[in-house]
């Protein structure tokens, strides 16, 4: 019995030395990473498990979380989420879960979830970014490039997003967003981008002129024979009510008046 109380004894200080071995070497991260100070405490729990609760019993239990990376998505909705317990042993945390939880948050795009022993959770989300407000009935919300909805909140924190203007115009919004960032000149003059029949699209430029453009199958290259035209012939400056590109092989241009 003796023989096997030293044992343990030895065993205890090993592990105690690793601890903190492992705690200097937190700390060095944590600095290093610009973390240090940005804290969310979380709420008690029971520790049902015994081996966690022996865990536990060393200091290897939840203490911290720290968070970076939000905006828009607050830290309280990412704790929420993340379904986090004070106390709770560290080793009992699922990361997969708590990472598959947080990215089920509309502004989030990723999460990336580390545990750092003994007592620390560290969480960085990286947040979606609008490419545009769709209107819809009255009703406006911020979509994504491949016209998902993120939110209907924050809109006026966006006012240079251009506006996909239609039932369902989101969803098919992913390829003239894109189009339209390949002719930058001309995307830094559109102000709205309204669905047309399911099949095209008209572009309202901030100066009123209105652009009538194909179907989708003739999108692109549409797009950049016009931006063509207006860097030649400056023709998106003139005093002009509409430019016509539904036909492949000509344009027609309406006055004002």
């Known amino acids: 019995m003796r023989r096997h109380r030293i044992a343990f004894r030895r065993a205890t ?153 239609g039932e369902e115009a989101n969803s098919d919004a992913g390829r003239i967003i894109s189009a339209l960032k390949s002719q930058p000149e001309l995307l830094g003059k559109v102000v709205a981008i309204v669905r047309v029949g399911g099949r095209r699209w008209n572009l309202k430029l901030k100066n009123n002129v209105e652009i009538l453009l194909p179907e989708d199958a003739n999108l692109e290259q549409s797009l950049a024979e016009l931006a063509e035209l207006d860097k030649q012939k400056q023709l998106l400056e003139r005093k002009i009510k509409s430019v016509d590109l539904r036909l492949p092989d000509r344009v027609f241009i309406k006055q004002n008046g």
Not at 30 to 53: H, I, Q, T
Not at 71 to 89: D, V
Not at 95 to 113: C, F, N, P, Q, Y
């Open 13 to 165: 200080f090993a592990l105690a030395a690793c601890t903190a071995v492992t705690v200097l070497f937190s700390g060095w991260r944590m600095w290093e990473s610009g973390l240090a100070g940005k804290v969310w405490l979380v709420l008690d729990a029971k520790v049902e498990n015994a081996e966690y609760r022996a865990a536990a019993v060393l200091g290897l239990s939840l203490k911290n979380v720290y968070i970076r990376g939000e905006k828009y998505a607050s830290a309280k909705e990412i704790m929420q989420a993340a379904n986090l317990k004070k106390n709770q042993p560290i080793f009992a945390i699922n990361i997969r879960g708590v990472k598959s939880r947080i990215e089920e948050l509309d502004w989030v795009d990723s999460a990336d979830v580390e545990r750092q022993i003994p007592d620390s959770l560290h969480i960085s989300v990286t947040e979606k970014k609008p490419a545009a407000v769709w209107q819809n009935k009255g009703k406006f919300a911020l979509v994504d490039a491949k016209g998902e909805v993120i939110s209907v909140e924050h809109i006026d924190e966006f006012p240079n997003l251009p506006q996909v203007v």
